[in-house]
């Protein structure tokens, strides 16, 4: 049984399209974040939602809008995709707020072309 | 801003020996700081951990050393395993921060 899962995990568009990045964790985690992962291979937060309550919401283009349905469930919505947007996008859940130990999906890695 | 760095890399070690792998942080609200291991294709996994309060911790064949007045910090492995070779990130956050602060990675290959 995966702790947290993602879809998909490739997936590969054209650029100006829409596209979602669903994640769920079964671990009954309150904290839920998307992080992306660039060429440069840097980890960055993107957003962290607990309890469906956005609480992390970092210097990301108005296009990526994080849906959190219940809390476990994150999804990412990316509107009008540009190249820059590809990346491997990681979903990861922890207990609480307090990120320690975050648990991470297996990723998903977005190609724009 | 990048304010956790590792600036190695790569590294290769033979399978037997210890690898170092060492990673400094800039922000001096850090207090909890933890290494993660990454295969190809999957998520980063957690590893190993250490609180400020502490300059060691040691679980098994993995110890993680943490000098606060240099802002440094060292996972050692010994003995390494081929199984090991993986990229280890380095990552930090502070008791009033909300998420952690990756490094880079560096990317460990143990050769038989």
């Known amino acids: 049984d995966t702790a947290v899962s993602q879809t998909p995990k490739y997936l590969v568009t054209q650029m100006g399209n829409d596209k979602s990045i669903k994640c769920e964790q079964n671990l009954g985690h309150d904290t839920m974040y998307w992080y992306k992962q660039d060429s440069k291979k840097f980890l960055k937060i993107m957003f962290s939602y607990n309890n469906k309550e956005l609480i992390i919401n970092e210097t990301v283009p108005n296009r990526f809008s994080p849906k959190s349905p219940d809390k476990a469930h994150l999804n990412l919505h990316i509107n009008s995709l540009e190249l820059g947007d590809s990346a491997v996008y990681f979903c990861?859940?922890?207990?609480?707020?307090?990120?320690?130990?975050?648990?991470f999906g297996e990723g998903s890695r977005l190609t724009v072309l | 801003d990048q304010q956790v760095k590792q600036n190695s890399p790569s590294l290769s070690v033979q399978e037997g020996r210890i690898s170092i792998l060492n990673c400094d942080y800039t922000n001096s609200m850090f207090d909890y700081f933890l290494w993660y291991k990454k295969y190809p294709a999957e998520g980063p996994t957690f590893l190993i951990s250490?609180?400020?309060?502490?300059d060691k911790n040691e679980d098994g064949r993995f110890t993680v050393f943490l000098n606060k007045s240099a802002k440094h910090l060292s996972l050692h492995i010994v003995p390494s395993q081929p199984g090991d070779s993986a990229v280890y990130f380095c990552?930090?956050?502070?008791?009033?921060?909300?998420?952690?602060?990756f490094g880079k990675g560096t990317s460990l290959l143990v050769t038989p």
């Open positions: 990861a859940s922890s207990q609480n707020r307090l990120a320690g130990e975050l648990f």
């Open positions: 990552a930090a956050i502070s008791n009033s921060g909300y998420a952690l602060n």
């Open positions: 250490i609180s400020s309060i502490k």
